[in-house]
């Protein structure tokens, strides 16, 4: 018999962690080791203690909520974080954070006891918007940073991340680290329209696509817009865009889930009446298999090569920063599936384009991801949406998929 | 017998003047109302005096030196200007300052009495790098801006204009304005490669290219680069490139002399991992009379659609400046054509693609340009340069033409 959830509780207890943190716009602003974030904070220790969980905080300032296992076993870890960007949406981060609480809710109230221990955790900063890099403390966890690194890292104000998180109150105990996992699951928002364009409420994640990053400098001649004849000219800002409509074709050509981006433009002297004798454009390419994701890359070398011919500029391509692709665990995979198929819950399986705290525990744990459907696809912004019938079936998914693995 | 001129007299002023405002990478920064346009206008002021010319500086810091004619006409007017663009060339402006000068010594030295005065004339502010608008002087003369307008205009550092021409020393008489001209020449270097192409020294030039300025502003969705598939996006970027290649496009099939440019690109919100949800690009198209320039700007309309159609954004077109096409005098033109033959000068006719003092002047007498060209095409830079010999031919046609206007 799957275990139902609370899904009214569940609504209160966002709506209670987004009021301490509510924008003018109706969305959120609960950026990493502001007040907003240790009020949301503080409720989450709250709740934690109100359920019976044995709350700790590690030394990246990450929330964990025991509850005991028959056995003194590695525990069932899930979970994701608190934090926002600025002005961001209701969802993102928050609803797992708040999906595992009704978990642990859920799991106290009915008085199950399970073999594993339970373990809800909030990771800090995962999104990078304050003190850069993103997901940094799961990336502590799988020693992708040091935390002398992380401890030193400021914010545009000067402000030193650790300094920042004990002033919170939440610079705790490096013995409070999660000492490992059976499994980690993360509930989160798909922040993407694929689940809203094919009408699915939840997808199982198979896992996150491989990203470079790009920097393309395309050299030419500034020049006066008036005097100097169209064939005559070497318009770095000409070859650039060659490569900008290059790029969408590549990825259009390769097909989904293979995606390319150029977000962003600099070119010098960037005045209305000179010739654009240098334009930089970013490129960022991604692809859920690192051969894929190679070729990408290289495929851009290439195009880049032939913009810059085509205008009789230089080109020069730097790869200024790469993340593998990760695949999740696909035991883990299989057990949702099969849970989602016993609930009835209809799902979509999918990578996910972005990174998540998932990526770095794939890394020291079998891990997974539930995504909810995204209304719209809108995301890191006050219009992000989701359904609750949507919320109600991910939860139950999560919540039937722990019981089973701690069992 | 045409009249020669003195070229290592000319160099050496030219030097003498460039000396002033040197900078370490041997180009010139004599920016309006500087300390270093001061230097060089009090030295054009003293070898104005020592060449026996009649000196007045007017209320916009406009500097007239006068010889006096058999009978009291209208005079024969030619100059330029002194300022420059931070870290310019050394011929931009300065050389028809000195190119003057010669005329008016070689003139004074042989003792050639003219029917009608000779005016030699160094505006103020043509290149309008630090005070906005250019071209600001002659633009009054010609009633395109009153004084007040002119005295209240600020530099970026607070500075106001009427107040730095009082410090210089060069705030004079309004009643010293030129009171009209029978001509006015106008020796500059081109600017443009076009001269340096086709291999020839002088150019006689024929007019000034109308210029329209438009601002077009794509807005699609923003979104992050990984979760969105390449077929749900509204890339405004993506489209703005499309019309980067579109306006090269039209500009080539147009053919010379019309241009177009896109010199400025803003995207929002410009960071490598999210899709640019609004782009902004200038479009600077020129053409030499009013109808093609029209019909260009037209075209950007008709261009920037299909543009945004092909990515699904909206588009908005605004025009932000324009100019109209100045065509200089014909009977000018035919008399320094005359005078190239007889010299044995070879000329190439064309259209200026960039705005000079003589855009103005044409409003309110007979205007024509003897350009010189610029060795590679550069300008503003310091690798701006002339060969000697092409000075000596575009010198001694200012000086004989002069020398027939005014008899």
């Known amino acids: 018999?799957?275990?139902?959830?609370?899904l009214e509780?569940?609504?209160?207890t966002l709506d209670a962690v987004n009021s301490v943190a509510a924008t003018e716009e109706g969305g959120v602003s609960r950026v990493a080791l502001t007040d907003e974030d240790r009020a949301g904070r503080d409720l989450l220790v709250r709740w934690m203690q109100e359920t019976g969980l044995d709350v700790r905080v590690d030394d990246l300032g990450t929330i964990y909520g025991r509850r005991k296992g028959a056995e003194p076993d590695l525990p069932v870890v899930f979970g994701s974080h608190l934090d926002s960007v600025p002005n961001g949406g209701r969802f993102d981060g928050a609803l797992g954070v708040v999906a595992g609480l009704e978990v642990m809710r859920r799991v106290s109230e009915q008085d199950i006891q399970t073999r594993r221990p339970l373990e809800l955790v909030s990771f800090t900063n995962e999104e990078g918007?304050?003190?850069?890099p993103a997901m940094m403390a799961s990336g502590v966890l799988a020693g992708q940073f040091t935390r002398d690194y992380v401890y030193s890292r400021t914010d545009r104000a000067g402000t030193i991340f650790g300094d920042e998180l004990a002033r919170i109150g939440y610079r705790g105990d490096v013995e409070h680290r999660l000492p490992g996992a059976v499994a980690f699951l993360e509930l989160h928002v798909e922040q993407g329209p694929v689940l809203d364009t094919r009408?699915?409420?939840v997808a199982i994640v198979e896992g996150i696509q491989g990203i470079t990053w790009l920097e393309v400098t395309f050299t030419g001649q500034a020049d006066h817009a008036g005097p100097t004849p169209m064939a005559l000219r070497r318009d770095a800002f000409v070859a650039a865009s060659r490569l900008v409509a290059f790029v969408q074709e590549m990825a259009k050509r390769i097909g989904g889930p293979a995606v390319a981006t150029t977000g962003r433009c600099a070119?010098?002297?960037?005045?209305?009446n000179a010739i654009p004798g240098r334009a930089v454009i970013s490129v960022d390419v991604r692809h859920p298999d690192q051969a894929g994701l190679d070729e990408m890359e290289a495929e851009v070398h290439r195009l880049a090569a032939e913009a810059a011919d085509a205008e009789q500029?230089?080109?020069a391509v730097e790869r200024i920063w790469?993340?593998?692709p990760t695949s999740f665990d696909s035991q883990l995979i299989a057990v949702l599936e099969r849970m989602a198929t016993r609930l009835g819950v209809p799902y979509h399986r999918?990578?996910?384009g972005a990174g998540h705290d998932a990526k770095y525990m794939a890394e020291i744990a079998p891990t997974v991801m539930i995504f909810v459907r995204s209304l719209g696809g809108y995301s890191h912004c006050p219009e992000e949406d989701s359904d609750w019938q949507d919320i109600e079936q991910a939860v139950t998914l999560l919540l039937n998929s722990v019981l089973q693995l701690a069992t």
Chains 1, 2 share one sequence.
Do not use: A, K, Q
């Open 1 to 6: 018999m799957p275990v139902h959830i609370d």
């Open 9 to 12: 509780r569940l609504r209160r």
């Open 129 to 132: 918007v304050r003190f850069e």
């Open 199 to 201: 009408d699915y409420p």
């Open 267 to 272: 070119l010098e002297p960037d005045i209305i």
């Open 313 to 315: 500029v230089e080109v």
């Open 322 to 324: 790469s993340s593998p």
């Open 350 to 352: 999918m990578v996910s």
